[in-house]
Structures are given as structure tokens and as C-alpha cells.
């Protein structure tokens, strides 16, 4: 999950999980993409017990405003609209109109978001053919598709001792 606060509020799925299963082990970045790779997995799959289950939650998000208005949401004490997913949408709007694929900068201070517009400038002309108003669930589409892909790669049995893996993926 993205760690954006208005997926971890009191109530919400991740919090409910969290209440029943117990412990949290976070491989989600920025838009929920599992930036953590093989190696988080790893040690997220070495803290489970001999023979204990894993349960993963996946799903990027994307908000949708009380006027009806998909991306959009209205944080508390805040007195405009704002974007959620904010790295899905600001993203697309940043490399939308850019002639060359932008560069991951591996050294750089804001890699994740480096990934996020490499992959949003990818499927730019996808997002642009849908309708305005469904542009930012397009976005939301493209991360998820990344992200279910991400996870077939890291996610590996070996480590689980007996254990089995239980994913539940959405939107």
C-alpha cells in the first residue's frame, strides 16, 4: 500500500487487517509499488514463524472526491481538494507532455518517483486516450498492472518454511 495517511486510517482495510492479523511488515512505496524487491521479501518472509502463513495486501489507490471526482480528495484541515494518488497523478502530469523517457537518477534523493514517472511516461498516450474525467483511474490502472507484475517476481515460496501466502490485490 501506498503509505499515504488515507490509506491507514482507523477503520480502513489496512487498519482492519492489521487488528486480526497483527504485525506489519510494509514492502509498499510510493503508489504501493513493492520498492523493497526480492530483499524486502525476504525479510519480510524471515520474521514469519516455521510453518506460519503470510498475507499480502495489495493495492494502489485512488481517491474519490464526495463531488464525484476520481483522484481527488479532501484531507482534514486542509481547505482545497488535493490528489490521491499524489505520486500516480502528479507523475503523469510531470511526464505527460515530455518528447523523451525521463531517467532514473540511482543516486538520486527521489528514486521511487523517478520509477513512477519512467512508468507513467511509458503508458502516456493509455492514460491519454482515456476520458478526462477517468484519466486518473487509468493511472491507478497502469500502477496496479505494475505492481501485480512486481509482485510475481518477488514474492518466493522458498523462504516460507511449510508456510503458504495468501494475496488479495485491488484497486
Known sequence: MCPDEINHEEGDITDELATHFGEVFSLGGLAGIPFSGKTGFGAYAHHVPEGGNIFVLFAPHCAVSEEGLCGMYHR??????????????????????????????????????????????????????????????EITYVLFEELLARLKRIVDVKYLHGGKIIMLGGI
Open 76 to 137: 482534514q484541515g486542509q481547505k482545497e481538494l488535493s490528489t490521491a494518488c499524489g505520486a500516480g497523478i502528479g507523475g503523469y502530469r510531470a511526464v505527460k507532455d515530455l518528447e523523451k523517457e525521463p531517467q532514473i537518477d540511482a543516486h538520486g534523493d527521489d528514486t521511487q518517483m523517478d520509477f513512477i514517472k519512467q512508468l507513467l511516461w511509458k503508458n502516456r498516450e493509455r492514460i491519454a486516450k482515456a476520458e478526462e474525467a477517468s484519466q486518473n483511474a
